[in-house]
């Protein structure tokens, strides 16, 4: 069973910045496939970003690219996403995702077997 806890969400004026942070329990962290998706109220659940297992791989989705960054550190078991110049249609519930076992980058939520309870952002005009 891996757990995964977000943090780092909150309110922010538009153009300004947040960085989420999500820990992850567990030994195996480094050979974990890790993502970000988010959800707005009234909406599905999107796919924002995404790392593979030794941070070598990306994946964004064209909506963030060029203002977020996915980054890992194996050695304190966490993921974090960067966000910059941040507009309020970023406003959304972001989720941390895992994928163990998994080498390559995975952007499609039923791909993830593992979700953390989520961080608000809300991003004021």
């Known amino acids: 069973q891996v757990q995964l806890v977000e943090s780092g969400g909150g309110l922010v004026q538009g153009g300004g910045s947040l960085r989420l942070s999500c820990a992850a329990s567990?030994?195996?962290?480094?050979?974990?496939?890790m993502g970000w998706f988010r959800q707005a109220p009234g909406k599905e659940r999107e796919f924002v970003a995404a790392?593979?297992?030794?941070?070598?791989?990306?994946g964004y989705a064209d909506s963030v690219k060029g203002r977020f960054t996915i980054s890992r550190d194996n050695a304190k078991n966490t993921v974090y996403l960067k966000m910059n110049s941040l507009k309020p249609e970023d406003t959304a519930v972001y989720y941390c995702?895992?994928?163990?076992?998994?080498?390559?980058?995975?952007?499609?939520?039923?791909?993830?077997?593992?979700w953390g309870q989520g961080t608000q952002v809300t991003v004021s005009s």
């Open positions: 790392i593979n297992y030794s941070g070598g791989s990306l």
């Open positions: 995702a895992a994928r163990p076992g998994f080498t390559g980058v995975a952007t499609l939520f039923y791909e993830y077997d593992y």
């Open positions: 567990g030994r195996t962290f480094s050979n974990y496939a």
